[in-house]
């Protein structure tokens, strides 16, 4: 019993051992490390900051999808092949299109004979009429064979004119002058004759422009031929300049959205842009204001969704992390706009800024140096 009462009172001293040597290690020397700057006033412009892509206009994009179902024979272009209007793109094999055009051309043969039977015996009984050898009925009766047999010659050519185009449909052409951009499908593969199974797509990049999708917040407010800058993600240092031609007249129901784009003016000497390529147009919309502004790598997504920032806060000579929900304006160059939930001087943690909790100590490193505390008013 002794010995049992011994293991026990060992036991339970264990977690304690455990939690002081734990509270021991959570000293100073456990301080994250962080980078703090404070917040600063500005000027801000009231402006729209719309993400999109580099495309062509739509009248200068087709997606190729051929207008007979088979399998795909022969491609004749590869992707970055320049390609004129009604240039051949492939070729379908269906072996029933050219059993079509024959089957056709029969029909046409036996109609042709037909009529040119019906034109003998008519001219026949017209001779023989005015002979007064034959009644008039067979004369009639003469007229509306040949008028029956040169409607069904009629209708005979007409299926083989409809054969003969359906078999032409098999080479499948460019309806624009472009550069192949993709192939979609590649020979060997079928098809049903829909656009649901395109093959290429082509587009004419001698015009390119940048197509964002626009909340109802931001579309209310661009106009056609307003003016910005255009950042794109492969050219961060090289602002190219945008002009709008196109803003959805209607916000999409579904998602609240609208269609903008916007005219790229032509880039640098030595600068290709390449279709896809994301990016950001800017378009002042108003006049300047004063703004608190912070990096935007100070800013978070919260478990919620909200937005927020962690304070640099000094508790009792201790520097402690405090997180404080704020609410995000528009970006100005690398820096946001907060419009509410933080003041000018207020220091924020721009670096490590993921996974701080709240009351974390933390130990700024090279942080940039405390601004003027100015008086705090409500941004």
């Known amino acids: 019993m002794r010995r049992r009462a011994t293991v026990t009172l060992l036991l339970l001293a264990l977690p304690a051992c455990h939690k002081s040597a734990s509270t021991e290690d959570e000293g100073p020397d456990t301080a994250i490390p962080v980078v703090c700057e404070a917040a600063r006033s500005g000027s801000a412009a009231d402006s729209v900051a719309l993400r999109g892509v ?17 399998r795909i024979q022969t491609l004749k272009v590869r992707e970055g092949d320049q390609v004129g209007a009604g240039d051949l793109l492939a070729v379908i094999d269906d072996p029933s299109l050219s059993a079509g055009v024959d089957e056709a051309d029969a029909a046409t043969a036996s109609a042709k004979a037909k009529l040119d039977n019906a034109e003998a015996a008519l001219a026949r009984a017209r001779r023989l009429f ?24 009629r209708a005979a050519a007409a299926r083989r004119n409809l054969a003969a185009r359906q078999r032409d449909r098999a080479h499948v052409r460019s309806p624009i002058a472009g550069v192949v951009v993709r192939l979609i499908r590649r020979p060997g593969e079928l098809v049903d004759g829909t656009p649901a199974t395109p093959i290429v797509e082509i587009a004419d990049p001698v015009t390119l422009e940048l197509r964002a999708d626009a909340p109802a917040a931001d579309l209310v407010r661009v106009a056609v031929g307003a003016t910005g800058e255009i950042h794109l993600s492969a050219l961060p240092d090289q602002p190219l300049h945008g002009t709008v031609v196109f803003a959805s007249p209607a916000v999409d129901p579904t998602t609240s959205l609208g269609v903008v784009r916007a005219s790229i003016d032509a880039p640098p000497k030595g600068i290709q842009l390449k279709l896809g390529l994301t990016g950001t147009l800017t378009i002042d919309v108003g006049g300047r204001r004063n703004a608190v502004l912070v990096p935007a790598s100070a800013i978070r997504r919260s478990s919620e969704g909200t937005q927020e920032v962690v304070v640099c806060a000094d508790e009792k000579g201790v ?22 939930g933080l003041a000018a001087g207020d220091r924020v943690v721009t670096r490590h800024v993921l996974g701080l909790e709240d009351g974390a100590r933390i130990q700024p490193i090279g942080a940039a140096a405390p601004a003027p505390q100015p008086t705090k008013s409500t941004p």
């Open 54 to 70: 580099v495309a062509v206009p739509p009248e200068r994009d087709a997606v190729v999808a051929p207008q007979v179902p088979g």
């Open 130 to 153: 005015e002979q007064g050898i034959a009644p008039r009925r067979d004369l009639e009766d003469a007229i509306a064979a040949e008028a029956a047999a040169a409607a069904d010659n």
């Open 319 to 340: 520097s402690t992390a405090r997180v404080r929900e704020v609410k995000v304006g528009r970006h100005v160059g690398d820096d946001s706009e907060i419009t509410s």
